[in-house]
């Protein structure tokens, strides 16, 4: 089955302790993003990356990191999560493309930083 | 203007009705669009990309008009199942890339 799997799915953890949430596709698909998604602001994108290796920031990349070492995992890190890092989290792949192609999404990751 | 903009709703439509929604966009250089459906709680999943001729797909219509900059979703014979929260998303090429997506309009739909 096609899918993007996010882990974990809930994390409630406290401000600064490191943190990494995977995210894997299995459908060879070239171009991951992550987005976070607060009440009254929608989705906004964190980090993209279009290949193995390639990233760049999206609208709101400060206090993220990423990388895209496989083609098929792009992990979001956390290294001093703080409270308004608390959020909704999803990630999304495509075939190619900055969002020129529709996007398949995991099924978030709900995260609370104390 | 805002880059990406919805009527935040929520629109209250009983079933059966047929329901509209619009969605503007402020770049005129935006090459593709998309409307999503999400669920309470859950990751949001493609519904329809939206052409430039205008597409149906059973009961949605989407409709792109670039001299307006806007974009719509009609539902027809509206269902229980429809009521969801519906994202407009709008891709423009240029210097950067970007992708942008709407707040969403939020849609019950009554018994």
């Known amino acids: 089955e096609a899918q993007v799997t996010q882990n974990p799915r809930y994390l409630i953890t406290v401000t600064g302790k490191k943190l990494t949430v995977t995210c894997s596709q299995n459908?060879?698909?070239?171009?991951m993003s992550w987005y976070r998604q607060d009440p009254g602001l929608g989705l906004r994108q964190i980090y993209y990356?279009?290949?193995?290796?390639?990233?760049d920031k999206g609208d709101v990349p400060e206090g993220y990191k990423v990388s895209r070492k496989e083609k098929r995992n792009f992990p979001l890190i956390l290294e001093s999560p703080s409270p308004n890092q608390t959020s909704l989290y999803f990630c999304a792949s495509s075939l190619e493309g900055q969002g020129s192609q529709p996007q398949h999404f995991g099924d978030g990751t709900r995260l609370s930083i104390l | 203007r805002k880059e990406v903009e919805q009527d935040p709703g929520p629109f209250n439509v009983p079933e059966g009705a047929t329901v509209a929604f619009n969605c503007t966009y402020s770049n005129s250089a935006s090459q593709s669009f998309f409307w999503y459906r999400q669920d309470c709680r859950k990751e949001p999943k493609l519904l329809m990309s939206v052409y430039s001729s205008g597409n149906e797909d059973g009961r949605f219509t989407a409709q792109l008009n670039r001299a307006s900059q806007y974009i719509s979703l009609l539902i027809r014979d509206s269902k229980l199942s429809d009521s969801a929260t519906y994202l407009c998303?709008?891709?423009?090429?240029?210097?950067?890339?970007?992708?942008?997506f709407g707040k969403g309009t939020r849609l019950h739909i009554l018994p």
């Open positions: 459908m060879n698909h070239e171009y």
């Open positions: 990356s279009m290949n193995v290796e390639v990233t």
């Open positions: 998303v709008v891709f423009s090429r240029g210097r950067d890339d970007k992708i942008i």
